[in-house]
């Protein structure tokens, strides 16, 4: 059995979700703000929390390898504590969705979005 680490990593001033994942950024939001957002490390794969105003979504990446459930289900008892599995929406064909809708290769093996709405926490 693999013991699991997610790791949360400081933000530099600088840093833009934006450039760290932008056609993922493009796809779920568009021009809508983003309220705030955590970087988190899961071994290589990284993990991207991010708070929208009307929902909160997971973006998980891997560059090397394809994400494994087990890895999937740790980061939402993680980031999803008190939020029963159906009420996520957890979608693992999104690379190939992105790809097709801005017609580029992502520079990622893998990517994982895990949507939960905000119209379901209140």
């Known amino acids: 059995m693999t013991i699991l680490k997610l790791i949360e990593n ?16 493009r796809h779920l939001y568009g021009k809508q703000p983003i309220k705030l957002y955590r970087n988190y490390t899961l071994g290589a794969t990284h993990v991207y929390y991010i708070d929208a105003f009307n929902r909160i979504d997971v973006v998980m990446t891997n ?4 994400i494994k459930q087990d890895q999937v289900d740790f980061v939402v008892e993680r980031l999803f504590p008190d939020v029963a599995v159906d009420e996520l929406t ?13 017609h580029h290769k992502l520079k990622v ?11 379901q926490t209140a």
């Open 90 to 102: 957890i979608d693992q064909l999104a690379k190939a969705e992105i790809e097709s809708e801005v």
């Open 109 to 119: 093996k893998d990517l994982v979005i895990i949507s939960q709405s905000k119209a």
């Open 10 to 25: 400081p933000i530099r001033l600088n840093a833009s979700l934006h450039k760290m994942i932008p056609y993922t950024v």
């Open 63 to 66: 560059t090397h390898r394809n």
